[in-house]
């Protein structure tokens, strides 16, 4: 099994800035891709950011395009998603996830943190 602890949200004024992480511990894969997802009350979940574990390829939704930068520490088995720039609309819970390679979906999931960016 795969642990997925988030941290690094809170409470921050529209133009603000917060780093979340995402620490993983547990089962190990060769190679997987991270993923960043929010869930805004009243909304489905949607895709935020994601990072391939070997080469460090990025993908961004457009919404976060140019504000949000997602990175990994292979080391430390963290990932990271600098939010600058925050706006109203970017409140939601955060959710780190993992894809194994070959699969077309994420199987496992942190527990969410909460950021709600004031106006």
């Known amino acids: 099994q795969v642990q997925l602890v988030e941290s690094g949200g809170g409470l921050v004024q529209a133009g603000g800035s917060l780093r979340l992480s995402c620490a993983a511990s547990?089962?190990?894969?060769?190679?997987?891709?991270m993923g960043w997802f929010r869930q805004a009350p009243g909304k489905e979940r949607e895709f935020v950011a994601a990072?391939?574990?070997?080469?460090?390829?990025?993908n961004y939704a457009d919404s976060v395009k140019g504000r949000f930068t997602i990175s990994r520490d292979r080391a430390k088995n963290t990932v990271y998603v600098q939010m600058n720039d925050l706006k109203p609309e970017d409140t939601a819970v955060y959710y780190c996830a993992l894809r194994q390679n070959g699969r077309d979906r994420y199987d496992y999931w942190g527990q969410g943190t909460q950021v709600t960016v004031s106006s």
């Open positions: 990072i391939g574990w070997t080469f460090g390829i990025t």
């Open positions: 547990g089962r190990t894969f060769s190679s997987h891709t």
